[in-house]
């Protein structure tokens, strides 16, 4: 069983940065393609970032290309999300998930992850 740990939300300004952070138990880490979600209330899940096992391919939402990194410590089992030039609109529960057959070629939806985090709250205040 693979659990998984988020930590790192909290309350900034507009313009401000976070990093999240995901543990991740299990021996087979590398096998996992791993990704960030995040919803708002009233809205959707939705997909903010994704980085494969080996060759740590990355894929992003457009709405935070450039704004956000997507990482990987394969030695320490820890994904992380840096969030640079955070906006109101980024206000969500963020939630990091793992996948065991998601292919590192496409991006995948919340209905390819198996395993996720209870999530963590990041607000962005005005």
């Known amino acids: 069983q693979v659990q998984l740990v988020e930590s790192g939300g909290g309350l900034v300004q507009a313009g401000g940065s976070l990093r999240l952070s995901c543990a991740v138990s299990?021996?087979?880490?590398?096998?996992?393609?791993m990704g960030w979600f995040r919803q708002a209330p009233g809205k959707e899940r939705e997909f903010v970032a994704q980085?494969?096992?080996?060759?740590?391919?990355?894929y992003y939402a457009d709405s935070v290309k450039g704004r956000f990194i997507i990482s990987r410590d394969n030695a320490e089992n820890m994904v992380y999300l840096q969030m640079n030039s955070l906006k109101p609109e980024d206000t969500a529960v963020y939630s990091c998930?793992?996948?065991?057959?998601?292919?590192?070629?496409?991006?995948?939806?919340?209905?390819?992850?198996?395993?996720w985090g209870q999530g963590t709250q990041v607000t962005v205040s005005s």
């Open positions: 980085i494969s096992g080996f060759l740590s391919t990355t």
């Open positions: 299990g021996r087979t880490f590398t096998m996992y393609v």
């Open positions: 998930a793992a996948s065991s057959s998601l292919q590192s070629t496409r991006v995948g939806g919340p209905s390819d992850y198996e395993y």
